[in-house]
């Protein structure tokens, strides 16, 4: 059964960094599209940013692009997510989700789209 441990979420300030790490367990990286996912209280939870199983290609939403890079560790079979210039609105709980790509060739931002989901993780941007 594949499973995806996060890590990395804490408190930072405005301006800072956090570095996320979803390591999948089961199934190499190779075989699943990984997405970030996010969610605010009050808020629906929103994918933000992927990287393909082929080859490795990223995408990322316009509020976080240029902030947020997305990687993977084959050999770790990690994913992580470097964030940067962190802002206030990005306070969320993290998590990060999997699909084997089955029906999708590419990764996509839709939650439906993911059946394996880490435990999520919180990521507070405060001053």
């Known amino acids: 059964q594949l499973q995806l441990v996060e890590s990395g979420g804490g408190l930072v300030q405005p301006g800072g960094s956090l570095r996320l790490s979803c390591a999948a367990s089961?199934?190499?990286?190779?075989?699943?599209?990984i997405a970030w996912f996010r969610q605010a209280p009050g808020k629906e939870r929103e994918g933000f940013s992927c990287?393909?199983?082929?080859?490795?290609?990223?995408y990322y939403e316009d509020s976080v692009k240029g902030r947020f890079t997305i990687s993977r560790d084959n050999g770790k079979n990690t994913v992580y997510l470097q964030m940067n210039d962190l802002k206030l609105e990005d306070t969320a709980v993290y998590y990060c989700?999997?699909?084997?790509?089955?029906?999708?060739?590419?990764?996509?931002?839709?939650?439906?789209?993911?059946?394996?989901w880490g435990q999520g993780t919180q990521v507070t941007v405060s001053s």
């Open positions: 989700a999997a699909d084997l790509g089955l029906l999708n060739r590419l990764c996509v931002l839709g939650s439906k789209a993911y059946d394996y």
């Open positions: 990287i393909n199983k082929e080859d490795g290609s990223t």
């Open positions: 089961e199934f190499s990286l190779d075989d699943l599209h």
